[in-house]
């Protein structure tokens, strides 16, 4: 058989015109009942460099997903979009000198391309872009609500700044200290600012987990994040009251087991009580150690492994059970944030607690010993085990002790029982221009004043100059025209909020838009809501587990609590594609060579085109630096969309990381082309033609739905390759053969399974075809290979019916010339058959 090239070009730009001529992947405006699927890409940021091959993976798994389903007879919504606003555009305007708008657009537009080149079948209708006034008057619509529900509020905190951004961050944001969109170490920079209240959720977004079917890292890293904790508040009456109402420190613990076991108490630096309990001869050291405190990031001062350090403010507590004066300190790795900012120090069951008695020569007294009577290694214990030293606790378990000391507390008014969260509320307000603005108004006389609905869209300025100030203030403030308005309210002068909203807000709800993109009335019908949400189907990025999925999903319920959307969860069904690793090739001087200047050898070495010097290979993550990004433009003119499509998923698991190679690539075009020869030179044979293969078509047609289902995309393209194989081998292969193996292939391979498949004489697309079912009755193999064993090595092979005899399975064996030999005069002693598999005959 003559394996023909493909001319992918020619084919790909006819039946992508085709599609969109007859809106094959169009999403009708109302579902059929119980018939529909929302099937959701993570939509991208509109990146100067555009698509590498690892952008698309999700989208070929989504796309494949979608094609079958439509194929099955349900109603497929499959929409793309651009999450354009925040800082990745503006610090390339910056950098280039473009404005933010035109470098989102021209983004965009050759995004779009690359995307539509690769043949996806979204329903380009729905397009969405959060730069758009017409999205984001939407996005401003949904922030009020959370205004008017008291959700989002106004704060003057302490926050993690980004001095190379020159913006504040979410605690989400910051990783390893450093800013995770540059990599800036950060600061604490003290800013007016606007928080969403997400921690009124926590409940609920902790709660609501266990009904999703997402990933178990996933859900871990969301419960973890959120921090549910269930303990007790104790209250610590001060020795002398600073101010009325201000005479206790209260602190929340998950061991009020270990309460006789406290030797001191703590106070985050920039605790309110601070200044107005320190005693004179304590104030100079403590306000040095607040200001020095002030400069720390949150995280370097959580830091387990950091030396402790401390100042003692002179005053004291009453210990709530006993009476005892304890000593008040401050500490920088106790954190304002977190729980109530202060810690009841208990050294000899906390490890922080312990390194801090240790340098300050502080009492070390122990209240829990092992439950199995061992000895503690270590002077730290803070495992759970047995009571000691705890007066009415004594001699009880961990968790008798920590009930009957709640029980007490609440008794004796020092304490009740509660539940603390790592969550914060969400530092939402940005110091940048490119996001949308807050559609609030400041006004002398009346406070904030909302912005009426009806005037919305808060349209983002033109301006020059959008390079961010680096004080605290928006480059919006500077625009004198713009910030100057009238308070809705009084018809006063007032001034509109001038911090923007984060990269965030509009990828928080985008999947709602997708239902109703063109709606001037309302951000999303709720009659479409109810029938398209919540998603079946979302993939993208593990990195989003916590930043972006724990956000939509807060804002998912807040809409749900006025009655837009139906469900309370966002996504049902939620899977992270792997990474896709490139190799990197360098030289001995160590520079790093492109695979345009690379040659390979036979056993697969690299080499330098230029001087023949052979590389280093290794995989890596795609970075310009290492030149081993690649564009899947360079892969589709040699392989075109199909040949890029079926690699990507044939590479392996969807959810393992793995490495791309232009040199295995080769091994899915044979596979293509094997396919197109075949059908071209064998496609005329009659319907109707009896086929040898009717079990292995049904067999495969079912392995590669169940496959497509699961998302085991690889091993489809296993079981087609083998059927493949065994059509080749019939002369002339079958018809429905041929038929079945185009239609199965066709979510894969798009745009040559439609080309072949109009070959045969049809003249509907492929696409719009009904998805080839399968019989049952034809699963079961009707014959099995068995493998001839002479005393237990392996001489022959021979095929039999399914479930032969053990008596003429010998039989067959000792017919074999080759098994004849290997027995010759010898005497068969016994034979052994393990049905369906193997024969061993045994001679003496």
């Not at 401390?310 to 920088?332: N, R």
């Not at 559609?439 to 301006?463: A, F, I, M, N, R």
Request: contains cysteine; charged residues 25%.
């Amino acid at each position: 058989m003559k394996i023909e090239h493909i001319p992918f070009d020619e084919i790909e730009a006819r039946w992508q015109a085709r599609w969109e001529k007859d809106g094959v992947f169009k999403a009708p405006v109302h579902p059929k009942p119980g018939k529909k699927f929302y099937c959701l890409d993570m939509f991208p940021y509109p990146s100067a460099e555009g698509l590498h091959v690892g952008h698309p993976e999700g989208y070929t798994a989504t796309d494949i997903l979608s094609r079958t389903l439509r194929r099955q007879g349900w109603d497929v919504l499959h929409p793309m979009g651009w999450d354009a606003f925040g800082l990745p555009a503006e610090n390339f305007a910056i950098q280039t000198g473009t404005h933010p708008r035109e470098v989102t657009k021209r983004n965009v537009d050759n995004i779009r391309r690359q995307i539509k080149s690769l043949g996806f079948s979204y329903d380009w209708s729905r397009e969405v872009d959060t730069t758009d006034p017409a999205y984001y008057r939407w996005t401003q619509w949904i922030f009020l609500q959370l205004f008017k529900k008291g959700l989002a509020y106004e704060s003057d905190c302490p926050i993690n700044w980004c001095p190379s951004c020159k913006t504040g961050l979410a605690n989400e944001e910051v990783f390893g200290n450093c800013c995770e969109r540059c990599g800036s170490p950060i600061s604490q920079k003290r800013l007016r600012q606007w928080v969403l209240k997400i921690t009124a959720y926590a409940d609920r977004l902790a709660d609501d987990l266990a009904g999703l079917d997402w990933p178990a890292s996933t859900l871990a890293m969301q419960r973890h994040w959120i921090g549910r904790s269930e303990g007790a508040e104790i209250r610590f009456d001060l020795e002398k009251d600073p101010a009325p109402g201000e005479g206790a420190i209260t602190v929340f613990t998950t061991r009020a087991d270990t309460l006789f076991g406290v030797s001191w108490m703590v106070l985050a630096p920039e605790h309110s009580l601070v200044p107005k309990i320190t005693t004179p001869e304590h104030t100079a050291a403590v306000e040095a150690y607040v200001k020095a405190a002030a400069a720390k990031s949150n995280l370097e001062r959580a830091e387990l492994q950091k030396d402790k350090t401390g100042v003692f403010t002179g005053a004291y507590v009453l210990h709530p059970v006993t009476g005892k004066k304890l000593p008040v300190w401050i500490a920088d790795y106790v954190l304002l944030g977190y729980g109530t900012g202060a810690v009841m120090a208990v050294p000899g069951h906390d490890e922080r607690d312990w390194e801090f008695a240790k340098k300050f020569g502080l009492d070390i007294p122990r209240v829990v010993v092992p439950a199995d009577g061992s000895a503690v290694d270590t002077e730290c214990f803070p495992e759970e085990g047995i009571a000691v030293n705890s007066d009415f606790l004594n001699g009880l378990p961990t968790a008798q002790a920590i009930s009957r000391m709640n029980d007490h507390l609440e008794k004796a008014g020092k304490g009740k029982k509660a539940v603390s969260y790592k969550l914060r509320d969400w530092i939402f307000s940005r110091q940048r221009y490119w996001g949308e603005p807050i559609p609030l108004v400041h006004c002398s006389k009346c406070g904030l004043v909302p912005v009426p609905e009806e005037q919305l869209p808060v349209l983002l300025p033109d301006v020059k100059e959008y390079k961010p100030t680096g004080t605290g203030e928006s480059p919006l403030a500077a625009i004198k025209d713009w910030v100057a308005t009238k308070c809705p309210k009084c018809h006063g002068p007032g001034k509109r909020e001038t911090n923007t909203m984060p990269q965030w807000a509009g990828s928080c709800w985008y999947y709602i838009r997708y239902l109703d993109p063109k709606n001037a009335d309302a951000a999303c019908s709720k009659d479409l809501a109810a029938e398209w949400l919540p998603v079946d189907c979302y993939i993208g990025g593990a990195e989003h587990a916590v930043l972006h999925l724990l956000y939509a999903r807060f804002w998912h319920k807040v809409l749900f609590d006025i009655g837009l959307v139906p469900s309370p969860e966002p996504f049902q069904k939620l899977r992270h594609q792997g990474m896709i690793l490139s190799y990197s090739h360098r030289d001995s001087t160590g520079v790093y060579h492109p695979y345009d200047r690379i040659r390979f050898g036979e056993d697969g070495a690299a080499f330098a085109a230029d001087s023949g010097e052979k590389l280093e290979s290794q995989v890596e993550k795609m970075s310009k630096s290492k030149k081993n990004v690649i564009n899947p433009d360079t892969v589709l003119k040699s392989y075109g969309a199909d040949g890029f499509r079926l690699y990507e998923m044939f590479m392996g698991p969807l959810e393992q990381s793995k490495p791309w190679d232009m040199r295995s690539i080769e091994g899915v075009a044979r596979f293509l082309r094997k396919v197109w020869a075949l059908v071209k030179e064998t496609g005329g044979v009659k319907p109707g033609d009896p086929s040898r293969l009717v079990n292995l078509r049904h067999r495969t047609t079912k392995k590669v739905t169940d496959d497509i289902a699961s998302f085991d995309f690889n091993t489809a393209i296993s079981a087609l390759m083998i059927y493949t194989n065994e059509i080749q081998k019939s002369v002339p292969p079958a018809r429905e053969d041929l038929e079945t193996l185009l239609s199965l292939l066709n979510p894969f391979a798009p745009h040559v399974t439609e080309e072949l498949w109009a070959g045969l004489g049809h003249a509907e697309c492929l696409s719009a075809a009904a998805w080839p079912a399968y019989d049952p009755a034809f699963l079961r193999e009707t014959s099995v290979e068995y493998a001839v064993q002479v005393n237990g090595k392996l001489r022959a092979t021979m095929t039999l019916p399914m479930d032969t005899p053990q008596d003429q399975v010998v039989a067959a064996a000792l017919a074999l010339d080759r098994i004849k030999a290997a027995v010759g005069d010898k005497k068969v002693a016994k034979t052994i058959v393990v049905p369906n598999k193997l024969v061993n005959i045994v001679v003496k």
